[in-house]
Structures are given as structure tokens and as C-alpha cells.
């Protein structure tokens, strides 16, 4: 009894240490607490969003990812193609998503001196109730954006505790 006792809890033991499960290949391991807590408290100051992402390149990364999201599970997705590209404009987007009833914005960010936080941009999606317009979208977009940026010191204080 005592050794068919003492194999459950060694093998009960043994599954809380086990090693995470692998990341999905378009994921990569991020750890950013500063920007995660920025990003939660800018979603909860604002209701006239449906969601809100920090994307940029990780530290010792090749890859542009989701480094912070009012979804957790986002965190260390890689950006898609199409982002990217919309990047690549440099300048604030907002595309009328029909189907969704929502404008879908990117919108470039740096820290608060204007720096480079390595292919920064947030995203977020506007309810077509909360904007008439692209126009009345991308307005909320940039508040919300510049408020962000106000509090980012660094590329290097988004990935503190």
C-alpha cells in the first residue's frame, strides 16, 4: 500500500514539474510584464474598444510578435503578413470590417522621446458604434496610441518587471 501510495504522489509531483508544452511555430517566448500592464490598463480606461495589442521585436528576437494584449494568450504571435506591410506604410490605418462591424486599426508607436521600440505598433479594433467613420476611428486610435506612448520610457522598460 505504502509503495503503490508513494509512486501516485511521486507521479502527481512529477507532472507539475514538467516542462511547458512547445509554442505553436508561428509563436516565440515573450516576457514583457511593463508593456503587459500598460496594455491592461489602457483597455480598461477605454470601452469604445474591442481589443488592443502591443507588437514590436523582442529582445534577442528576429521576429515581430504580439508582446502584449488584453488576450493573453496572444502574447508572442507572430505579426501577420498583411500587419506588417501595413507597417511598412508608416502611418495610421483603419480598415471597415462588414462582417465584424468593427474598423481594424494599426498605428505605428515609439517611446515618449520618439525612439524606436524595434517595429513597434499597437492594434486595435473601434465598433462601428463607437465611430461613423475611418476618419472618427482612427481619432479614438490616436488618443489611445499617444496615451501609451506617453508612458513608454524605453524599448528596454517595456520588458521590466
Given at each position: 500500500m505504502f509503495a503503490a501510495h508513494s509512486i501516485a504522489v511521486i507521479a502527481l509531483l512529477g507532472g507539475m514539474f514538467q516542462q511547458p508544452?512547445?509554442?505553436?511555430?508561428?509563436?516565440?517566448?515573450?516576457?514583457?510584464?511593463?508593456?503587459?500592464?500598460?496594455?491592461?490598463?489602457?483597455?480598461?480606461?477605454?470601452?469604445?474598444?474591442?481589443?488592443?495589442?502591443?507588437h514590436a521585436v523582442p529582445p534577442a528576437a528576429t521576429d515581430n510578435v504580439i508582446i502584449a494584449s488584453d488576450t493573453p494568450s496572444k502574447v508572442g504571435k507572430k505579426s501577420s503578413p498583411g500587419d506588417l506591410e501595413k507597417l511598412a506604410q508608416h502611418k495610421a490605418i483603419a480598415v471597415r470590417i462588414e462582417k465584424e462591424g468593427i474598423y481594424d486599426l494599426l498605428l505605428p508607436i515609439t517611446d515618449v522621446h520618439g525612439g524606436d521600440i524595434d517595429g513597434g505598433f499597437v492594434v486595435m479594433e473601434v465598433p462601428f458604434d463607437k465611430a461613423a467613420s475611418e476618419a472618427d476611428a482612427l481619432k479614438i486610435g490616436v488618443q489611445i496610441r499617444d496615451e501609451i506612448q506617453a508612458q513608454i520610457k524605453s524599448k528596454d522598460a517595456l520588458y521590466q518587471p
Open positions: 508544452s512547445p509554442l505553436p511555430a508561428n509563436y516565440i517566448h515573450v516576457d514583457a510584464p511593463a508593456a503587459a500592464r500598460l496594455i491592461a490598463e489602457e483597455k480598461a480606461k477605454h470601452s469604445e474598444i474591442k481589443k488592443l495589442g502591443l
